[in-house]
């Protein structure tokens, strides 16, 4: 990673935005894809895709989601204790001495998840974090002091965390990899395409949705939009060799060793089989999982839009998905975006990949 990319990822993933509120990233990730692509689009709710050779007819999405986990103010306490309610899969269990950014139109306010001392809990009264329990502490003595601070029901609350490196680089470590590290990574095959001068004779949209985190929603609307011919969507998948997982039930996923391309019934087989050929001649490392049902990602609405696209699924392998410690191997990183830029300057205008019937 150049000192280019490496600017832009600490920027845009430092930067929060959580899901319904994804305008100040989507803001970073334009304003560094721009000089790599002909003109962008958005739809009402902030998803954008920047594009190169619009004009052409057959259309081509590579794809991420912008949005990260959060919490909305639900309550706030006479004596100006605040109550949460998840936006998104929050985890209540990490919540416990974390600090937080409650976002507000006067600015960010300061605050904590506070929690009681070890020393007043004992085996029959150990209580354990729950969403009904958990709460932050602004530093306020009652309501009227926190609502002074322009903290009302409905403020977006975010971790107060940064992105930062392990081991000489190899690990990037931060919250909201899932899935900003898409963010970056397809914006990333956009500056590869533009410094490489390479042709591209279809519509490539590199596209950054909104919403996935609570339900593909902005995945939804955009393909819809765009109508597209063939999308390849990036999302992370869990490293099942970290502490506590099954591999049986989870699959057998290691950071380090290559991007995931995933099975399963919205995954379109004969693009899947053209990712395992790019990877197997160009070198890239790659493993394999199976999605009994739905994949969970923004696959999933690309896949059963319109009159049903082709697509598939890059997944980079994520350690501690939905904690404030979300970490991936740089290799991987570096993978999927071989594999994407592989796939886009090798696939064919107006390639076909209907299954052979007769």
């Known amino acids: 990673m150049d000192k280019i990319a490496e600017d832009f990822l600490f920027k845009y993933l430092n930067n929060a935005a959580p899901t319904g509120f994804e305008t100040s990233g989507q803001k970073l990730w334009l304003e560094y894809i721009k000089p790599y692509t002909d003109e962008f689009i958005q739809d009402n709710y902030g998803t954008v895709a920047a594009i190169i050779n619009k004009d052409a007819p057959y259309k081509v999405v590579i794809e991420a989601h912008a949005d990260e986990i959060s919490w909305f103010v639900n309550y706030i306490s006479d004596d100006g204790y605040i109550y949460v309610v998840r936006n998104g899969g929050s985890d209540h269990q990490i919540a416990p001495s974390k600090r937080v950014n409650i976002h507000t ?22 209580i354990k974090p729950e969403l009904k329990n958990i709460f932050i502490d602004v530093g306020a ?6 609502e002074k601070m322009g903290i009302h029901v409905g403020c977006v609350i975010t971790f107060d965390d940064e992105l930062m490196y392990l081991k000489d680089k190899d ?6 990899l899932d899935n900003r590290m898409g963010g970056f990574m397809i914006a990333e095959v956009a500056r590869k395409i533009h410094e490489n001068k390479d042709k591209i004779p279809f519509a490539l949209y590199i596209v950054n949705s909104v919403q996935e985190e609570v339900g593909l929603k902005g995945a939804q609307m955009i393909a819809q939009q765009i109508k597209p011919d063939v999308a390849v969507i990036t999302d992370v998948c869990h490293d099942t060799h970290s502490p506590l997982y099954n591999k049986i039930e989870s699959g057998d996923q290691k950071s380090g060793k290559g991007p995931v391309l995933t099975y399963g019934p919205a995954v379109q087989n004969n693009l899947l089989k053209m990712l395992i050929e790019l990877a197997e001649k160009g070198n890239i490392p790659f493993q394999r999982s199976a999605a009994s049902r739905a994949t969970g ?3 999933d609405a690309f896949a059963y839009s319109n009159e049903g696209v082709p697509s598939a699924l890059v997944s980079l392998p994520l350690k501690y998905m939905h904690t404030t410690v979300e970490m991936v191997h740089s290799k991987d990183v570096q993978s999927v975006i071989d594999l994407l830029h592989a796939f886009v300057v090798n696939l064919k205008d107006k390639h076909n990949f209907r299954y052979k019937l007769s």
């Open 105 to 126: 139109d006067k600015g960010i306010v300061k605050g904590v998840f506070g929690w009681p001392a070890i020393h007043v809990r004992n085996k029959e009264n150990d």
């Open 297 to 299: 990602t923004d696959t």
């Open 171 to 176: 690990y990037i470590v931060g919250r909201a």
């Open 141 to 146: 003595d009652n309501k009227e002091e926190v």
